[in-house]
């Protein structure tokens, strides 16, 4: 009878421990879903006052009136830190306010600089691939970043926060750029694809289909209207945003084209591709104006002047080139990057300039004057 009595009283009391162990962890989930379910509902509500908060104050830009543009020619930092290469064009963006300089690498990894001292100030990471390229909203208080690994996400910049991610199925993300507003990304979508991402949702509302090989290259107009794209098919399309009707398809480059950008007006198209030429389109009526040839090898970037007075490029063969391009001149080459310039741009005020390369390093430039 003893040893029974003992027997019961053990399976009590184990009973009763499972019994609280059952609760506690039950407790503790439901907890925890909870405590998340509020951390996500906070991080939402914080990216939506990001993303609709106003412009912030940016310098005063180099006036077109100006009769004197002074190039870049002066490196005044050589920012190391990436582990690998600064990635395709796209990889590299002055924040609005001219304060900051955002690079993307094959490392994986974001880093963002201080652009006036030169100093690294943090680097993001959470990206599982390479970072094919990032753009700041129109605010600057968000940054985002499109990866192989089909993820597109979106940074807190003052803090180096994650608060969102996109995911594409089936393809990496290679391009991505902010509206105007701020309120949508057009990024590379599977199937040779654009979409249009409305932000405050995180839903796609644009599938743009037309190319038949990847896209390289997206830009907005400076009116934000049309998207225009560049592909490896060898042709640049153009969109109608609202609509996500294609407008035109400009045709002349022999190979794949690997950057596109508006002029600041929104007048005029600058492409660069593999054939090593860049080629310069009216958007009025879609049509060529001038093909620029001076470069050895492909060509990987191009870029406007913040005042549309000069065109900048940067290709395989090591070299910047800076041109008119109203005459098509070439009026400065810059050397120093040690390995493929993979990606160039003006900071907001025109007055410095930055270019990364497969070297791994970042080089920020001054006019002497």
């Known amino acids: 009878m003893t040893m029974i009595k003992k027997t019961r009283a053990s399976v009590k009391w184990i009973t009763v421990a ?9 407790g503790y989930v439901f907890y925890n879903e909870k405590r998340l379910a509020l951390e996500s509902e906070k991080n939402k509500k914080h990216f939506l006052a990001l993303l609709q908060a106003q412009l912030r104050q940016v310098p005063p830009m180099l006036t077109k009136m ?20 600064v990635c395709v064009d796209g990889c590299l963006a002055f924040s609005p306010d001219g304060q900051y300089l955002a690079s993307g690498s094959l490392d994986n990894t974001i880093k963002l600089w201080n652009v006036k001292t030169g100093c690294l100030l943090r680097t993001l990471t959470g990206h599982k691939d390479l970072v094919l390229s990032i753009a700041f909203s129109a605010n600057g208080l968000l940054l985002a970043s499109g990866s192989a690994d089909s993820t597109i996400k979106l940074w807190k910049i003052s803090s180096g926060q994650l608060l969102k991610t996109l995911k594409e199925e089936g393809t990496w993300v290679g391009s991505i750029a902010f509206s105007p507003s701020g309120q949508r990304l057009a990024a590379e979508g599977a199937h040779h694809t654009i979409k249009l991402w409305e932000l405050s949702t995180g839903v796609p509302v644009q599938t743009l289909m037309g190319h038949e090989n990847i896209v390289n290259s997206v830009a907005f107009s400076p009116d934000g209207h049309l998207l225009a794209s560049g592909s490896a098919d060898s042709t640049i ?10 407008l035109h398809t400009l045709t002349g480059h022999q190979k794949e084209v690997l950057s596109v950008a508006f002029s600041p007006d929104g007048r005029t198209l600058a492409s660069g591709g593999a054939a090593s030429i860049i080629k310069l389109w009216k958007i009025s009526s879609a049509q060529l104006q001038k093909t620029l040839t001076g470069h050895q090898d492909w060509v990987l970037s191009v870029t406007f002047s913040p005042n549309g007075r000069i065109l900048a490029s940067a290709s395989h063969d090591h070299s910047i080139k800076f041109w008119d391009p109203q005459r098509g001149k070439i009026l400065q080459t810059l050397k120093g990057h040690e390995n493929d310039v993979n990606t160039i741009t003006f900071s907001p005020d025109g ?17 002497e004057k």
Do not use: C, M
Not at 18 to 26: D, G, K, Q, R
Not at 72 to 78: A, C, G, L, T, W
């Open 18 to 26: 499972i019994i609280v162990f059952v609760t506690t962890e039950f």
């Open 66 to 85: 100006e009769q004197k543009v002074p190039l870049p020619s002066k490196e005044i930092f050589s920012l190391l830190g990436h582990q690998s290469g």
């Open 237 to 246: 399309k153009l969109w109608e945003v609202n609509t996500g009707k294609l």
């Open 351 to 367: 007055r410095l300039f930055a270019s990364g390369s497969r070297d791994k390093t970042i080089k920020l430039w001054r006019s």
